[in-house]
């Protein structure tokens, strides 16, 4: 071993020395960067457009690769990421009819095979999810996309840098859904197309087929260019130094990405030296990772770990005092420390700072004395609980730590004369309860569920919870939760077509839900992401994306 | 021995069509959402609706049993619903992975179980037999998830010699026996290793003594044969026994170890099969499930052609 690792450093250094005379002789030439990611994914998120693996998909294929017509702006981390204009520079809704939406493009944009993002392409993509007459329909993505643009109908070009969109109902979320929906290069697919085999008739396995290889070779108009994809193994992106936007270009020559599933491979791949960055650290290797000099980087996601209570008939959380009193009875600040600190307290479903917070005059606070007060009020004692049961997962996306989690709710609710009881099922199983309801057999007498959740814009963050429009099974109203005045409340909102009118009334409507407390809130994930000090240039916004074109290497 | 290959190949398609229909039907029993893999969990029941239909998950069981089987036995093991590439592709890519990894495992446990199990049978109850009998109770008994990421921490992350994690350098696109991609087989394979080393080396222990104690022996040495000469019979005598079990080996160890492969990251059928599971991709699960019994059948009917000719007092034609 000994003589092996002589030989290893001897290598080592054979290859320093000629490293530096290279870059000695070669003067001006910079050495090429090459960034190494290891997901959580078990496998690269598809890069034909629409990704798949949840909002990393959208992280690691999505947002390098492509850009949408809207975007996040991830240039600072203090507060909420906002919108942007992206491939579009303005939008409008039509004053007559607030459901056509008209979008001005930039002009000048190309994509990396060098033909021109125009109205054309536009409404080719849309096609793509929701014209099933389209030669371009892609079934497989159809799903990751309709539901993030519930209300998206049709495109129409007006000019080469004019589109109209039209919407089924006016919704003024509907700037938040396109930043989902990545425009990819009509001309590269067609090229795809045609090279199918003739032998392959059918139109929709034609189609099937040329998605699948041009996944292999992807093209958008993103910062960075598809370099190579080993199917479950690896992802080479190459910098795009002729992007559109020169705050953007990239500055790292190639980023590579690995699926490492297993938290404690992917720990072990960044302190051996074969990634510079994995995403969520194994909990008990942070301290190491910190003494090794790795920086760790953590910020608030818009995402919300709860309890969504059930208001069918029987159930006790439609006594308000109850559903108040839980929410009083949880120490979170305790739960944080518990988690190492990698939570944020969650008073709300957005906290100060968000311009959708608003002031709720249920102040969401640490107080088991007012707790108990009010569920004395409503006729419980320690000698007669409150008995509930909580559907849960043992794991999952974004769920966290669930069991730990929620054993510790179950023991601090306890004092406030809960009595908790767990229904622990799989994740999979967890989230078709979910779109089920409560009202389903498979809720299996649970009077709440435990299912997290993306919070990036307010419709997934309040209105598919608290409409009554939403109920299942068209969204994710599992607890049948209705108020006349909060129904009035999404209604204006999604009528609030000027963005600080926006604002106002999404703010409106968070205080009204928090003053409502359909939830039980415990906690905001922070997205922990260990990287190389070689790496500069982090920011780490209040999202679930991070941008890789700011960033460079030592 | 044509015939007899002919008569196994024969009987190997009931075995084929009875795997491809229980593999079928335990995926279906499975809970879980098939379309988790292209739906987001925010998805409404509608939307969900729409796409079973258009996925044919709304047809009677029977229906897709039989569509499934009839484009299997063409080879087309369908399109896998996460990334929408063909299963044969991605199970024949993950297959050779784990041969290649099962292989090298195999050889490893074949010598060191063969060396401790014939130290243990020549000395035995010396302290060179407890000795070789440590090492096999630890390769069976050891959980071999456990070792790997021992192995991982002191081979990767204390000092640095070998990688932790994939099947491959960056920017590397296919295999190549060089030292480049060699080192990303050595832990995993000396994981995987220790189950067959501790098997061999407790049945070729048990043969050993066996054939030690047999009167031939006491014959052949009674006629002046050297130790050498000894050997040599013992060694006969043990290795149809041997190889069955190796065999048996390298058809578990191509199963892939779920464990081991997500360890490691090996891109082999464990970690394939651990990713059909958890994505719910069923055209994937099933296709996977299914070449991995048909490589074990075809594994199985290779091994006892070997032993036959090995050994011409088994007569199975």
């Known amino acids: 071993m000994c003589s092996a690792f002589l030989g290893f450093t001897g ?27 290891g997901m959580t994914a078990g496998d690269i998120p598809l890069t034909f457009g629409q990704p798949d693996q949840g909002y990393e998909g959208n992280r690691f294929t999505g947002i390098p690769i492509y850009d949408a017509l809207i975007e996040w702006d991830l240039s600072q981390g203090e507060k909420p990421a906002a919108l942007m204009p992206g491939l579009a520079t303005r939008w409008a809704v039509s004053p007559d009819d607030r459901t056509k939406w008209t979008f001005t493009l930039r002009e000048g944009v190309k994509f990396h095979d060098g033909t021109s993002v125009n109205a054309d392409a536009i409404v ?30 049709s495109a129409e070009k007006i000019d080469d840098h004019t589109v109209v969109l039209t919407t089924s109902e006016p919704d003024a979320f509907l700037p938040y859904n396109l930043t989902n929906l990545f425009i990819v290069s009509p001309t590269a697919w067609q090229n795809d197309f045609d090279a199918v085999p003739a032998s392959v008739t059918d139109a929709a396995e034609r189609s099937k087929q040329a998605w699948s290889n041009f996944a ?20 080479t992106l190459a910098r795009n130094p002729d992007y559109w936007n020169p705050s953007r270009v990239p500055k790292i020559d190639h980023v590579v990405l690995l699926p490492l599933p297993e938290a404690n491979a992917r720990t072990a791949a960044l302190l051996s030296g074969q990634v510079d960055w994995i995403e969520a650290p194994a909990p008990d290797a942070i301290d190491q990772i910190k003494s090794r000099g790795f920086k760790l980087y953590a910020n608030a996601q818009p995402h919300l770990w709860p309890w969504q209570f059930s208001f069918v008939e029987g159930s006790p959380w439609l006594n308000k005092d109850v559903r108040h009193a839980a929410n009083l009875c949880l120490n979170r600040a305790e739960l944080k420390e518990y988690l190492g600190g990698y939570m944020e307290e969650a008073t709300g479903t957005y906290e100060q700072g968000s311009p959708w917070r608003g002031n709720p005059e249920f102040k969401i606070s640490y107080d088991p004395d007012q707790a108990r007060a009010l569920m004395t009020r409503a006729g419980y004692s320690e000698a007669t609980p409150v008995k509930v049961k909580v559907q849960t997962s043992a794991s999952g996306s974004g769920q966290m730590q669930p069991l730990p989690m929620n054993e510790y709710i179950q023991q601090s609710l306890k004092q406030c004369y809960f009595d908790v009881e767990l229904d622990v099922t799989e994740w999979n199983t967890l989230f078709t309860n979910w779109r089920l309801g409560a009202k389903d057999p498979a809720a299996n007498g649970a009077n709440a569920i435990n299912v997290s959740a993306a919070v990036m814009d307010p419709y997934f963050g309040m209105v598919r919870f608290a409409s009554s429009k939403a109920f299942p099974p068209v969204s994710n109203n599992w607890g049948y939760f209705s108020d006349p005045k909060m129904d009035a409340l999404i209604t204006k909102a999604r009528n609030a077509f000027d963005p600080n009118e926006m604002d106002a009334a999404a703010a409106q409507l968070h205080a009204a839900l928090v003053d409502a407390a359909p939830f039980l809130w415990v906690a905001h994930d922070v997205g922990p992401r260990a990287m190389s000090p070689r790496i500069k240039g982090v920011v780490q916004p209040q999202s679930w994306f991070i941008d890789l074109a700011t960033m460079s290497m030592e | 021995m044509g015939a007899y290959i002919l008569r196994r190949l024969l009987l190997a398609i009931p075995i084929m069509l009875g795997v491809a229909l229980v593999c079928f039907m335990l995926v279906q029993i499975a809970p879980g959402d098939p379309l988790v893999s292209v739906l987001p969990p925010d998805a409404s029941q509608e939307l969900r609706a729409q796409m079973i239909t258009a996925y044919g998950f709304d047809q009677p069981l029977p229906a897709q049993f039989m569509k499934w089987l009839w484009h299997a036995v063409q080879g087309d093991l369908g399109t896998s619903i996460a990334t929408s590439r063909p299963v044969f592709s991605e199970v024949m890519t993950a297959a050779i992975n784990s041969l290649r990894l099962a292989f090298l495992a195999t050889l490893i446990g074949f010598f060191f179980g063969c060396l401790f199990g014939f130290v243990a049978g020549y000395f035995q109850d010396t302290w060179l037999d407890r000795l070789a009998s440590v090492f096999s109770v630890f390769g ?6 456990w070792l790997g990421m021992l192995l991982v921490i002191v081979f990767s992350t204390q000092l640095y010699l070998l990688p932790a994690t994939g099947g491959g350098p960056v920017g590397a696109s296919g295999w190549a026996w060089d030292w480049a991609h060699v080192q990303f087989m050595i832990l995993p394979a000396i994981t995987l290793s220790v189950i ?52 048996l080996q390298l058809g578990y160890l191509m199963g892939g170890s779920i464990l081991v492969e997500t360890v490691f990251a090996w891109p082999g059928t464990g970690l394939l099969l651990n990713s059909a599971i958890f994505q719910r991709d069923l055209p994937l699960l099933q296709g996977t499930i299914w070449v991995l019994a048909l490589f074990f059948v075809v594994l199985n009917l290779l091994v006892d052609i070997l032993q036959t000719l090995l050994d011409p007092r088994i007569k199975r034609a």
């Open chain 1, 11 to 37: 290598r080592m250094k054979t290859s320093f020395a000629l490293t530096a005379t290279i870059a000695l002789f070669s003067g001006a030439v910079a050495a090429d960067t090459t960034l190494r990611i």
């Open chain 1, 124 to 153: 080719w993509n849309v096609q793509k999810v929701l014209d099933k007459n389209a030669r371009q329909y892609a079934p497989a993505q159809v799903g990751n996309t309709v539901s993030r643009m519930p209300t998206l109908r």
């Open chain 1, 216 to 235: 292999s070779h992807a093209v958008g108009s993103g910062p960075f260019k598809v370099e190579k994809l080993v199917p479950r193994q690896q992802l």
């Open chain 2, 140 to 145: 069976v008994s050891v959980p071999h998830y």
């Open chain 2, 196 to 247: 067959p080393t501790g098997i061999i080396a407790r049945t070729v222990r048990a043969l050993v003594a066996e054939t030690l104690a047999q009167e031939f022996i006491v014959g052949l040495r009674a006629k002046g044969l050297g130790e050498s000469g000894i050997f040599r019979h013992v060694v006969k005598n043990a290795a149809p026994t041997a190889l069955a079990v190796m065999g």
